[in-house]
């Protein structure tokens, strides 16, 4: 067996071995993505009043890595659902972490310029604009996934909502984000805070993106359990990752500010372990989300290889 880096991935190339079958992540991302592209377009037209429309495109279009919604369909499909029934909810998860975005970009949050390479938001249409493109996003996710997700019993869709508005409100997503705003510029930050922050202001939607996604393929109780905690594991390694960047890379390599959050003073992983100890960590998290995926054998490749993508960013 041997690996090939690629572009900040690693690859594992499997063609040596007469068990496994080689699985190239950097085209698998690269399908999965233009899917997702070309649905998260068609999914929001501009309509009247065009500037709302176009503010709320103008974020949700912008690019990335789209992670989260080929995260929802490559579950989906591993536990033996389609693309075709998981899509909606694929870009309602797009939807609610661009809204994430839009919002953690403004004076009163993070007060950034620059996300994924562009101006943010308010930058182009001002703070009020951003404020209520973020709400029409949030909104709207959830009526894209009532209304376009077809084949899945209710019950199932239901589930669906009510996970993905646990993962966005006070209990994930809002809750992780007040805490981080309390937090800075304190220097007493415990580790057990930090953990709090990220268990729900990141890991939170990759959970909801992962977990929902075997919840419209009919995926068991004890399936969707062992898929959450892989989840919550790779959550918590990508945020990991993430203050690691943001010490170690350029805005150019980031598509964002770099450097903030040294300069709001506030607690990360390397501030509280350093940058070698918060490799060890997330490398470790990894690990235990791979393992989760064992009883799913070969059908767990994509997820394997999006956790191993995780760890190897850029670094």
Same mark, same amino acid.
Request: charged fraction near 25%; include cysteine; glycine fraction near 6%.
């Given at each position: 067996m041997t690996q090939e880096k690629d572009k900040g991935m690693v690859i594992t190339d499997d063609r040596n071995s007469p068990d496994e079958v080689y699985f190239d992540l950097s085209n698998y991302l690269a399908e999965r993505k233009a899917l997702v592209e070309t649905a998260l377009d068609r999914s929001l037209p501009v309509k009247y009043p065009e500037r709302i429309y176009e503010a709320m495109r103008y974020s949700l279009l912008a690019g990335g890595k789209r992670l989260r919604p080929i995260l929802c369909l490559a579950t989906c499909e591993m536990t033996g659902g389609t693309q075709d029934m998981a899509m909606p909810t694929a870009c309602a998860l797009e939807m609610v972490h661009t809204m994430s975005l839009v919002h953690d970009d403004l004076p009163a949050m993070d007060n950034d310029d620059y996300r994924r390479g562009k101006l943010t938001n308010h930058k182009v249409y001002g703070d009020d604009v951003a404020i209520l493109a973020g709400d029409g996003l949030l909104a709207y996710?959830?009526?894209?996934?009532?209304?376009?997700?077809?084949?899945?019993?209710? /019950?199932?869709?239901?589930?669906?909502?009510?996970?993905?508005?646990?993962?966005?409100?006070?209990?994930?997503?809002?809750?992780?984000?007040?805490?981080?705003?309390? /937090?800075?510029? &304190? /220097?007493?930050i415990t580790l057990e805070t930090l953990h709090f922050i990220h268990t729900h202001k990141t890991a939170a939607l990759l959970e909801a993106s992962v977990v929902c996604g075997a919840i419209l393929a009919g995926a068991s109780l004890e399936d969707q359990d062992r898929l959450s905690r892989y989840a919550q594991n790779i959550g918590?390694?990508?945020?990991?990752?993430?203050?690691?960047?943001?010490?170690?890379?350029?805005?150019?390599?980031?598509? &964002?500010?770099?450097? &903030?959050?040294?300069?709001?003073?506030?607690?990360?992983?390397?501030?509280?372990?350093?940058?070698?100890? /918060?490799?060890?960590?997330?490398?470790?998290?990894?690990?235990?989300?791979?393992?989760?995926?064992?009883?799913?054998?070969?059908?767990?490749?994509?997820?394997?290889?999006?956790?191993?993508?995780?760890?190897?960013?850029?670094?």
């Amino acid at each position: 067996m041997t690996q090939e880096k690629d572009k900040g991935m690693v690859i594992t190339d499997d063609r040596n071995s007469p068990d496994e079958v080689y699985f190239d992540l950097s085209n698998y991302l690269a399908e999965r993505k233009a899917l997702v592209e070309t649905a998260l377009d068609r999914s929001l037209p501009v309509k009247y009043p065009e500037r709302i429309y176009e503010a709320m495109r103008y974020s949700l279009l912008a690019g990335g890595k789209r992670l989260r919604p080929i995260l929802c369909l490559a579950t989906c499909e591993m536990t033996g659902g389609t693309q075709d029934m998981a899509m909606p909810t694929a870009c309602a998860l797009e939807m609610v972490h661009t809204m994430s975005l839009v919002h953690d970009d403004l004076p009163a949050m993070d007060n950034d310029d620059y996300r994924r390479g562009k101006l943010t938001n308010h930058k182009v249409y001002g703070d009020d604009v951003a404020i209520l493109a973020g709400d029409g996003l949030l909104a709207y996710a959830f009526e894209h996934i009532a209304v376009e997700t077809h084949n899945v019993p209710a /019950s199932q869709l239901l589930q669906v909502v009510a996970r993905l508005g646990r993962a966005v409100g006070a209990a994930g997503l809002v809750g992780g984000q007040v805490v981080d705003l309390e /937090s800075e510029g &304190k /220097s007493d930050i415990t580790l057990e805070t930090l953990h709090f922050i990220h268990t729900h202001k990141t890991a939170a939607l990759l959970e909801a993106s992962v977990v929902c996604g075997a919840i419209l393929a009919g995926a068991s109780l004890e399936d969707q359990d062992r898929l959450s905690r892989y989840a919550q594991n790779i959550g918590l390694a990508f945020q990991i990752v993430d203050d690691i960047l943001d010490i170690t890379e350029s805005q150019e390599v980031l598509g &964002k500010t770099a450097g &903030k959050d040294l300069k709001a003073q506030k607690a990360t992983y390397p501030s509280l372990w350093g940058l070698e100890e /918060s490799k060890r960590q997330a490398a470790q998290l990894i690990e235990a989300a791979q393992a989760e995926l064992m009883p799913f054998g070969t059908l767990a490749r994509p997820l394997n290889a999006i956790a191993e993508f995780i760890i190897r960013r850029h670094y």
